[in-house]
């Protein structure tokens, strides 16, 4: 584990369904992030909260709901998905928001399946 | 809008050899460059952070290079091994408030026994 946990690991959800990812950190940082990783396409930033505050939200349709509730947790709601949404969602953090002074830890990922 | 590239995508060497793989970016303003490993199906592993105003980082066999001004870094993996067989990412912070990392493709690693 590099200090950065996501649950659960594998979704499969339906298009009507509604479920939400979970990523926790302890390692003092004061900034998270989630991440889509799509076949064949670069790593895509979704969204961006430091201090728990969101600083970013990287034109993501609104069936993507990001929550923040403390700097240790991330959430990210899902709701009427479409196939194409299947990826693997990965959620990082950094010690402030410039990825300063250690640079950016990721968790496992949440491979995520929309049937 | 920052546009990172890997080359080559994909690479297979026998094992003990020397390798190099390229990173370049378009556009220099960038606070630090980050050199990752992913394993099939699984998150990324921190390999190495190089920050603007340094020009290479070392740890054990890895050996990443950054020239900002050119907008290029090389990662070097000496005497590899079929362990090092992964898919390795270059990412990005740019200075702009509200970036996070900019990621190439990746190049996908095997080392042959």
């Known amino acids: 584990e590099t200090g950065v946990t996501q649950t659960p690991r594998h979704l499969v959800m339906g298009m009507t369904n509604k479920k939400s990812l979970k990523c926790e950190q302890h390692?003092?940082?004061?900034?998270m992030y989630w991440y889509k990783q799509s076949a064949k396409k670069p790593l895509e930033l979704m969204f961006v909260y430091s201090l728990e505050e969101r600083v970013e939200n990287n034109s993501v349709p609104s069936r993507f709901s990001p929550e923040c509730p403390n700097s240790s947790h991330l959430f990210l709601h899902l709701h009427t998905l479409q196939p194409e949404d299947s990826a693997l969602y990965l959620c990082?953090?950094?010690?402030?928001?410039?990825?300063?002074?250690?640079?950016?830890?990721f968790g496992s990922g949440t491979r995520l399946t929309v049937v | 809008k920052q546009e990172v590239t890997q080359i080559p995508a994909a690479l297979s060497v026998p094992e003990g050899e020397n390798l190099v793989l390229n990173c370049s970016f378009t556009?220099?303003?960038?606070?630090?460059l980050q050199w990752f490993r992913q394993d099939p199906g699984k998150g990324l592993t921190s390999l190495l952070l190089i920050q603007s105003s340094q020009r290479e980082q070392t740890s054990g066999r890895l050996n990443a290079s950054l020239d900002k001004s050119s907008g290029r870094s090389t990662l070097y993996i000496a005497a590899s091994q079929p362990g090092d067989s992964a898919t390795y990412l270059c990412a990005v912070r740019g200075t702009g408030g509200a970036d996070g990392l900019t990621f190439g493709k990746g190049t996908h690693l095997i080392i042959q026994p």
């Open positions: 556009d220099s303003a960038i606070y630090n």
């Open positions: 390692l003092g940082h004061n900034a």
């Open positions: 990082a953090s950094s010690q402030d928001a410039r990825g300063a002074p250690y640079g950016y830890t």
